[in-house]
């Protein structure tokens, strides 16, 4: 679990960032694809395909970023949580999987 680290000059903030290299690239990936999936849909637009057509893939992108959303939560809550668990490895194990149970109840929301 990566350390929790705050943006020199904010020491008064209270919300963290996500140090987890891993977790951000993921996110990152996410966003791009969302992002390219937007420029599909201007295309869209500029070619003049149907209303249906286009709000299907704006349902799409409006579901990728809750997935992103809900994806970034569940990693910030990882992160927070498991440094107040210092080095438990069985808490870890426990925080994981509840934490995966939580991304897919959240994933049931949208």
Request: glycine share 8%.
């Amino acid at each position: 679990m990566a350390a929790l680290t705050l943006p020199t000059g904010t020491e008064d903030i209270a919300m963290a960032v996500l140090t987890d290299e891993k977790s951000r690239t993921d996110l990152l990936n996410r966003l791009k694809r969302a992002e390219g999936q937007l420029r599909g849909i201007q295309r869209m637009i500029e070619e003049g395909q149907t209303c249906l057509d286009i709000a299907s893939q704006m349902a799409a992108v409006r579901k990728a970023l809750d997935s992103t959303y809900v994806r970034m939560t569940v990693c910030f809550m990882e992160q927070e949580l498991g440094a107040r668990l210092g080095g438990d490895a069985a808490a870890q194990a426990q925080l994981g999987h509840m934490l995966e149970d939580v991304q897919t109840l959240l994933g049931k929301v949208r």
